[in-house]
């Protein structure tokens, strides 16, 4: 049995060997190195742009501007196909582009035989622009008069809203509620561009190897998704682009966007299929790529005196920068969780997605829901506070339960573990007795507090896209398997799930089990990759259909060889057993040379299924932290923090228990340090590098801690739901509002970085300059 | 002016002489000229730490150190690591421990904790102090944990 | 790859004075974390090098015959956090330099590359600002000796000519015999980051007397910098938790911090005006005085 047990990772070996290759490791000598010409402002359109002198550069191979590339616009979204045209994302990037919409926008691009010969053609390039101001501001992009950075968007990308009222699943308007709740309390909150800072940034190159087939190699999230934008783009048909997807140095959403391929593609297409390579440079990464939405979130939350929650009102503005990559999806996807948190209340969720003069937004860990949870559980904190109730015991009065209907999807929430997690999580923090101790630790210099915050999440993106997932497994002449998914491993993990999972239900060894892991769009099973938590809940389905298939055919076979009636027969232990006698009949190699080779019966024993889930599992968790502030310093030290998640039946405690420390630790960078800062006047980004782009280091972290509530979700393969994403939602705001218990400083924008705590700190009187001396 | 050079120097124990670009660091030089594609880059700059080598047992950024200061030294990379089928102790523990996820940082972090370790092994050593000796490696996945516990592991082999 | 256009390797301190004064536009690379980010982000006048990159004759940290202690300009970070000499003597110097990068960055960078960007943040600066380190300059048949706060001219300007090197620090025993000192860095991070402010604090005490006192800053001006107002207020005065309140108000008047986008003006002086009483008070409890 190989389900719940922390089995090493499958690539483990090849990782720490150095043997495991990434894109930049299958190097082709004498490939082409291609860069991006990028604008040097935020707003404004090309005048001019002379590129002469870069082309007759000795070692450069061709100079592209915006005139040269396809007048065809494409979406880079990562999401599936939508058959439904409104469903469809905004097509709105070309190749390069003229109008620059985000400093550092492509406008040209320099192939050549090495970097240094494109770095200096780059600067031969000479350009003019007709500059505008830069819209960065909500309330300037959003002004009657401002310019259209899409033509035709009013620079709105999309807006919706959802309302109890309008769906009719639980009586009650919002506003009614808001208006009969004995207290309403209301806050404004933000939050900020964020990047993922996958240490492999973002790399690809392509080749040709045919007249007419272009072969791309990339690192990617979502190979086959990449393979239809690409065919897209480039009006090719999209059997003629293969997509080749090696080991993944992280993602994080970021790669869950086509960015680099469509021009390798291209460019390959242009110089006769000769091998180009764009290998973006950190600073790049981190400004020409995605980065998280900032949000401007406005929540209205109505609570009686005695600790129920009638009513939450949201307002969200969320910001998608120079493109609209995954547009409004992220508000789409950030606002529904309320309604899987709190389902028992009068809901109404309005939001819009902006356009700005900013880098773009798209996917990243979460995708919305940090910022929208971060909202509401800091205003459930104000509201618990509000009537003097302890913050554990309000939310356990008012979070989702088991059979809670969700309002959004009108779905019975089947299995929800959140209670027993904030009571796993406060008896982990001694919660009772720390409070108590910490009510002498609200004055002076040094002041310390508690803070907890509840998450849901999702498994998957169903009902709102398609969710499909492919299997193939083979029997090998020795007895073991090789399986071939769509899902794509990223560094998460599902490799090795997928693995556990078909030697559960094979009845075989972990170890003879080989998830091959290069994935290639000629041969690798359809699905749409790795985002929305989506794989281990959507692949489950598709991996047992295929297991129980194969299994079925391997006793059949053995049915064949021993005369026996296939029924009568098992596989335990990667061995052929009589189930009546407990008898061995032969193992499985024995039973694999029999079915490749004997000359009349058999055939390789396969099994190839594509499944369609139809079906989404809330998952759930919480964030409890102890902290420690340091008034005069501007300092929060974390002394303690646990995440609690019911994420179904884990699957491999050691490696899931990896997925929500790395959570935490981005939850925690987002909270306290991260922020990719912006010049609001230009537009430039200043700190587009791992220096002073503060995520922590090994140096910055306390000891994470973590703990699972064990629930069996009915609708997933072996009882599991989504965990990558979810660790690192609630973060943010356990820390906030341990800051507020610390102190009784609300801080209602992110990062809480020193700077921030110092302007908070002096406009509450908390920096005294005298008499601290004892710290 | 020609940029090549020759250079001679011991790589996971065995000599080579190459001529090479002065132009390449020696993170190139290990990828490109000898195919030992384990050492990553990740920022080119020495913020992160995944192209971390050894030269003549000190751990460093091998991106931003010339190629030609390899000249007579001895350089230990991640693939000298493994010897005779067997994984090393420190490759063993991030094994173990479940400190490898997307793997680009690993080969760095594993010189680092190897480095570290060779000076003391078996020595009482603090949570501090192994968090201060790799704080020149990042790593985006793990939120250090694990690989924590993967150093604590590689000190002391014999606990469990 | 670098854009690199000459290598010059120098074999000695002679043949590096040598080659500068050959190749004008040349400049000197040492432990390269500066200049070959430099040189990799194409910023001109760094094309052509001459090596000293682990040049022997500027490696060593000894104390002469007059109790000077001597830091070689190419040692890096890490064989002065080792050093026994700098440990027993100085040990707030190894303070500071624990506090620049991570391991793989102290590994290679040096003390005299540290200093010789001329940079206000150079996290070894303030305390050898504490400490009246001479700076020892070799040119073409001359050497100079150059108090470290005069060495320092504006920001990324330091007094060195064409074909001079520095060579060595050199420590005098009146500046670190009998003194008790602390270093404090305040960043973003705990570590691989820039000081938002560094503050370093020498002093001498005899019967709970401040005897001298010596506060010096990184990123507390354009360039480091002693406090002289404040250190002439506290010399001679008693100790007490109250002097350490004084301190943080007269520091206000020594310092001149400036807003970038890394922190503002304010925030900084908060910071200059809370490490100034954290640093002096650990440097006290060092010094075995009672705060």
């Known amino acids: ?4 047990k922390s089995v090493n990772r499958i690539d483990a070996i090849a990782k720490v060997t150095g043997r495991a290759e990434y894109t930049e490791d299958l190097y082709k000598p004498g490939m082409l190195v291609a860069r991006y010409f990028r604008s040097s402002i935020a707003h404004g359109r090309v005048k001019n742009i002379d590129v002469e002198k870069a082309k007759v550069l000795e070692g450069v191979e061709a100079v592209f501007t915006f005139k040269d590339v396809p007048e065809n616009k494409f979406a880079t979204a990562g999401h599936p196909f939508s058959i439904d045209p409104d469903h469809q994302d905004v097509a709105d990037r070309l190749l390069l582009t003229r109008d620059i919409r985000f400093m550092g926008d492509e406008i040209a691009i320099v192939v050549a035989q090495d970097e240094i010969i494109a770095s200096k053609a780059l600067q031969l390039i000479e350009i003019s622009y007709d500059e505008y101001t830069p819209l960065i501001l909500p309330e300037d992009i959003l002004k009657k008069d401002a310019r259209q950075i899409h033509k035709g968007s009013s620079n709105i990308v999309g807006e919706h809203q959802y309302s109890t009222r309008d769906l009719q699943v639980i009586s009650g308007d919002v506003d009614d509620a808001l208006e009969k709740a004995d207290y309403v309390v209301e806050g404004n909150f933000e939050t900020v561009m964020v990047q993922h800072c996958h240490l492999e940034n973002h790399i690809a190159y392509a080749y040709m190897d045919d007249l007419d087939r272009i072969v791309i190699v990339s690192s990617t999230q979502i190979p086959h998704i990449v393979r239809r934008i690409v065919s897209e783009a480039l009006n090719m048909p999209l059997s003629r682009v293969r997509v080749i997807k090696p080991f993944i140095g992280g993602g994080f959403g970021n790669k869950q966007d086509v960015v680099l391929e469509p021009m390798v593609a291209f460019l390959t297409l242009k110089l006769d299929g000769r091998a180009v390579q764009i290998n973006l440079s950190r600073e790049e990464c981190m400004t020409g790529t995605r980065n998280r939405h900032p949000f401007h979130i406005n929540v209205k939350t109505g609570v009686m005196k005695d600790g129920t929650m009638v009513a939450r009102k949201m307002d969200a503005i969320s910001i998608t920068g120079g493109y609209a990559s995954h547009g409004h999806a992220i508000a789409a996807a950030g606002g529904s969780k309320q309604s899987s948190l709190y389902p028992r209340m009068a809901t109404k969720f309005h939001a819009r997605t902006l356009y700005a003069n900013i880098p773009v937004a798209g996917a990243m860990r979460a995708y919305g829901s940090p910022q929208v949870i971060y909202a509401l559980e800091c205003a459930t904190e104000d509201a618990a506070r509000k009537i003097n109730m302890d913050s554990v015991e309000f939310r356990l009065k008012n979070i989702a339960r088991q059979d809670d209907i969700n309002l959004l999807s009108g779905k019975k929430i089947l299995s929800c573990g959140l209670a027993d997690c904030l009571l796993k999580g406060k008896a982990f923090m001694d919660w009772d007795k720390k409070k108590k101790e910490y009510e002498k630790c609200k004055s002076g210099p040094i002041r310390k507090g508690l803070g907890v915050a509840c998450l849901s999440y999702t498994s998957g993106t169903y009902p709102v896209c398609v969710e499909i997932a492919g299997a193939r497994i083979s029997l090998n002449q020795d007895g073991t398997v090789h399986v071939m998914v769509g899902a794509t491993e990223i560094g998460q993990g599902s490799d090795t799930i997928v693995a556990q999972m078909a030697a559960e239900t094979l009845g075989l060894a972990y170890e003879h089990v080989r998830v091959v892991q290069t994935q290639d769009t000629d041969v690798s099973p359809f699905d749409t990759g790795a985002y929305a938590s989506r794989q281990a809940y959507v692949v489950s389905n598709a991996v047992f259909r295929a297991a129980a298939d194969l299994k079925k055919k391997i006793l059949d076979h053995a049915g064949l060889m021993t005369g026996k009636k296939a029924r009568d027969l098992n596989i335990i232990n990667g061995k052929i057993v009589d189930t009546h006698t407990n008898a061995f009949l032969m193992d499985m190699k024995t039973l694999a040379i029999d079915s490749f080779y004997h000359k009349e019966r058999g055939c390789q024993l396969t099994a190839d299924v594509s499944h369609k889930t139809t079906t989404n599992a809330p998952v759930f968790g919480c964030t409890f932290v102890d902290i420690t502030v340091d008034i005069p310093l501007c300092k929060i030290k974390i002394n303690k923090i646990i995440n609690v998640h019911d994420s179904g039946i884990i699957l491999n405690p050691v490696q899931a228990g990896g997925q929500v420390h790395g959570g935490v630790f981005m939850g925690i960078g987002a909270a306290l340090s991260e922020e990719l800062m912006i010049n609001p006047a230009t537009g430039y980004i200043y700190n587009n590098n791992l220096l002073d782009y503060k995520f922590p280091t090994f140096m910055d972290l306390p000891q994470i801690h973590h703990d699972f509530v064990e629930t069996f979700e009915p609708t997933s393969g072996y009882g599991n739901k989504s965990l990558g994403e979810p660790p690192v939602i609630s973060p943010p705001p356990a820390i906030r509002n341990a800051l507020l218990d610390a102190t009784g400083v609300s801080i209602n924008s992110l990062p809480i970085s020193p700077h921030k705590l110092f302007t908070a700190f002096k406009k509450n009187g908390l920096m005294v300059s005298k008499g601290d001396a004892d710290v | 002016m020609t940029t090549f050079r020759e250079i001679t120097f011991s790589i996971n124990g065995r000599p080579r002489t190459l001529y090479i670009d002065m132009r390449k660091s020696l993170l190139e030089v290990l ?118 516990k993967a150093v604590e592991k590689s000190i002391h082999p014999d606990k469990e | 790859m670098f854009d690199l256009k000459k290598h010059m390797k120098a074999n000695s301190i002679d043949h590096a004075i040598a080659l500068l004064l050959e190749n004008p536009d040349a400049r000197l690379i040492a432990g390269g974390t500066d200049v070959l980010i430099k040189l990799r982000n194409g910023k001109p006048g760094f094309s052509e090098l001459v090596d000293i990159h682990s040049l022997e004759e500027l490696n060593f940290i000894q104390q002469d015959e007059k109790n000077n202690i001597l830091i070689g300009s190419g040692v890096v970070f890490t064989d002065i956090i080792q050093s026994d ?31 010789c960007n001329g940079v206000t943040s150079a996290d070894s600066a303030s305390t050898l600002f504490a400490l009246n380190a001479v700076l020892e300059i070799r040119g073409k048949g001359t050497t100079r000796q150059v108090p470290v706060s005069d060495f320092y001219l504006g920001p990324g300007k330091v007094d060195l000519k064409k074909g001079e090197i520095l060579t060595t620090f050199k420590i005098t025993p009146e500046n670190y015999q009998g003194y008790f000192g602390y270093f404090y860095k305040y960043a973003m991070r705990n570590a691989m980051d820039i000081a938002t402010i560094g503050c370093a604090v020498s002093l001498k005490t005899k019967k709970h007397i401040i005897e001298d006192y010596r506060i010096a800053y990184g990123v507390a001006g354009p360039v480091p910098m002693r406090c002289p107002k404040t250190e002439k207020s506290v010399i001679n005065r008693k100790v007490s938790k109250s002097l350490l309140d004084e301190i943080s108000q007269t520091i206000e008047t020594d310092v001149s911090p400036r807003t970038s986008w890394r922190a503002t003006k304010d925030f900084r002086m908060n910071i200059i005006k809370e490490l100034s009483k954290r640093a002096t008070k650990e440097a006290l409890l060092r010094a075995g005085e009672e705060v």
Not at chain 2, 75 to 101: F, H, M, P, W
Not at chain 3, 89 to 97: F, G, Q, S, T, W
């Open chain 1, 1 to 4: 049995m190989a389900i719940g």
């Open chain 2, 31 to 148: 990828r490109q000229d000898l195919g030992l594609t384990g050492a990553k880059q990740g920022c080119g700059v020495g913020e992160c730490g995944a192209c971390s080598v050894l030269v003549d047992e000190v751990l460093v950024d091998s991106c931003i150190y010339l190629a030609i200061w390899a000249d007579n030294k001895n350089i230990r990379t991640i693939e000298g690591e493994a010897k005779n089928g067997k994984l090393s102790r420190v490759q063993q523990a991030y094994v173990d421990e479940g400190a490898v996820q997307c793997g680009f940082c690993t080969p760095g972090f594993i010189m680092a904790t190897t480095s570290f370790t060779q000076k003391c092994t078996g020595e009482k050593i603090t949570e501090d102090e192994i968090r201060k000796s790799h704080a020149g490696n990042l790593c985006r996945c793990t939120g250090y944990q694990n690989i924590l």
């Open chain 3, 85 to 115: 000499i700098i440990k027993k003597h100085i040990p707030m110097l190894c303070d500071a330099v624990q506090s620049i990068g991570g391991p793989q960055i102290r590994n290679i960078a040096t003390i005299g590359g540290n200093n």
